[in-house]
């Protein structure tokens, strides 16, 4: 097996060891488990709950485009164009991309 060394402020490794003695862990044990849960490889960990959230917000998403889309098609292009804009400031959208 494979052995790191990090180092930690006082106050995360006390948070950590605390949190490890009341899951009845190996303050070790207990970070391994953070990471991977972390890194995707627990199946029920952070990336699923996150994964989760993001396919709820894309449906909520797209029933509201849908539906303003119908109602008022130059309310839904100006908001497009207005997350577009909020995305290329952020470096979230490539620019070769940018195209509606």
């Given at each position: 097996m494979a052995r790191i060394t990090i180092r930690l402020d006082d106050?995360?490794?006390?948070r950590l060891d605390g949190r490890a003695r009341d899951a009845g862990s190996p303050t070790a044990?207990?970070?391994?488990?953070?990471?991977e849960r972390f890194e995707g490889t627990d199946p029920s960990g952070y990336?699923?709950?996150?994964?989760?959230?993001h396919?709820?917000?894309?449906?909520a998403l797209a029933i509201l485009a849908a539906s303003v889309g119908k109602r008022t098609p130059e309310v839904l292009e100006q908001g497009l164009?207005?997350?577009?804009?909020l995305l290329r400031e952020r470096g979230l959208?490539?620019?070769?991309?940018?195209?509606?």
């Open positions: 106050a995360l490794f006390r044990a207990y970070c391994r488990d953070i990471l990336h699923a709950r996150f994964d989760e959230l396919a709820t917000c894309i449906q164009d207005d997350a577009r804009r959208l490539d620019p070769e991309q940018d195209r509606p």
